[in-house]
C-alpha cells in the first residue's frame, strides 16, 4: 500500500508523475514552463492528461548555471501554493535535494519531496518527517547534486541499488517518516551509464521485490537516448517501450514529460494484467 496525500493505492495502481520544470535551462523543455503562467497552464494540462501526481522543480539536474537555495526556494514555494490552492485534488511532489527547500515547500502544501540524488542532504528525510510528507529515496551512486558520471564501476548495479535505496528508506521510516509514504528509485542515468540504467531496467522486478513501492524516471534519458541511437526529441517511443517493460514488472509510480501517451500504455499494461477492464469491449459480444 502506498499512501500519498492521505489516498491509499494498492500495489497494482499505476501513477503518472508530471514534470513542471520552473526552470529556464531545462533538458528537454529549455525552459518552455518556468514562467509562472506557462508552467500552471502546464499543470492543469496534465492533469486534465490524467496525471495523479505533478512533480515541481527548481533546478535541472544536469550541470549548469549556479542555482542557490534562496532561488530554488523563489522558484518554487509560491507556485506550490499557487498549485495547491486551484488543483486541490492533485498530489503535489517537489523535486529538491535541499533540506531548507523542503521545509518551504511543504509548508506551502506539498505532499511529497522527491529526492533524485540519494540522501546528499540528511535532513530532507528529517523534514519529510516534520512535515508527515512522503519521500522518493532515489539511488545516484553517491555522486553530488548535478554532476555526470564519469566511468562509474558497480561490481553489481542492481546490488548497490538495493542497498542504498533500502537503507535510505529504512532510515527516513526511523526518522518518523510513515513506512507507507516512503518509495524508493533505481535513479537510471543518475551515477550510472547506458548499460547500467538497462540492466536495471529488466530486473526491476528484484527491486520490487523489496516491498517498497518503486518510482521510474525514465522520460526521454540518455539510456534510452544511446540504446536507439537517437536525439533528445525522438526518444518517446524508447521511452513508452521502456515504461512498458517496467510497468509489467511491478512499478508503480512513472515520472513522466508525455502524460497522455504514458497515461494509454499504462492503461494497456493494466488491461493485459487483468487489473483494469477494457473501456469499451464490444467485439465478439455482439
Known amino acids: 500500500m502506498l499512501e500519498l496525500a492521505g489516498r491509499g493505492f494498492d500495489s497494482d495502481a499505476l501513477l503518472i508523475m508530471a514534470i513542471v520544470n520552473r526552470t529556464p535551462d531545462s533538458f528537454y523543455d529549455r525552459g518552455a514552463t518556468y514562467a509562472f503562467d506557462k508552467a500552471l497552464e502546464r499543470v492543469a494540462e496534465v492533469v486534465a492528461a490524467g496525471a495523479e501526481i505533478v512533480d515541481i522543480g527548481g533546478v535541472k539536474a544536469a550541470p549548469g548555471d549556479e542555482v542557490d537555495a534562496a532561488e530554488e526556494i523563489r522558484r518554487t514555494v509560491d507556485f506550490v501554493a499557487r498549485v495547491r490552492a486551484e488543483f486541490p485534488d492533485v498530489i503535489i511532489s517537489v523535486d529538491t535535494w535541499r533540506h531548507e527547500v523542503a521545509r518551504e515547500v511543504c509548508a506551502a502544501g506539498a505532499d511529497v519531496l522527491n529526492d533524485a ?23 545516484a551512486g553517491g555522486v553530488q547534486p548535478r554532476t555526470r558520471p564519469h566511468r562509474i564501476f ?52 528484484e527491486m520490487v521485490a523489496t516491498g517498497w513501492p518503486v518510482l521510474v524516471s525514465l522520460s526521454n534519458k540518455d539510456f534510452v537516448g544511446e540504446a536507439l541511437d537517437l536525439p533528445l526529441d525522438q526518444r518517446l517511443l524508447g521511452t513508452l517501450a521502456a515504461t512498458a517493460i517496467c510497468a509489467w514488472q511491478g512499478a508503480m509510480v512513472f515520472r513522466a514529460h508525455n502524460v497522455a501517451e504514458t497515461r494509454q500504455v499504462l492503461d494497456m499494461v493494466a488491461a493485459i494484467r487483468g487489473s483494469q477492464p477494457p473501456r469499451r469491449a464490444v467485439r465478439g459480444l455482439a
Open 117 to 139: 540524488w540519494g540522501g546528499y542532504d540528511p535532513r530532507l528525510a528529517e523534514v519529510a518527517a516534520e512535515f508527515d510528507a512522503a519521500l522518493v529515496c532515489t539511488h
Open 154 to 205: 558497480y561490481d553489481d548495479v542492481l546490488a548497490d541499488v538495493l542497498s542504498r535505496t533500502v537503507d535510505l528508506a529504512e532510515r527516513a521510516v526511523a526518522l518518523g517518516v510513515s513506512r507507507r509514504r516512503v518509495m524508493i528509485d533505481p535513479g537510471h542515468d543518475f551515477g550510472k551509464n547506458t548499460w547500467h540504467s538497462l540492466e536495471l531496467t529488466r530486473r526491476l522486478a
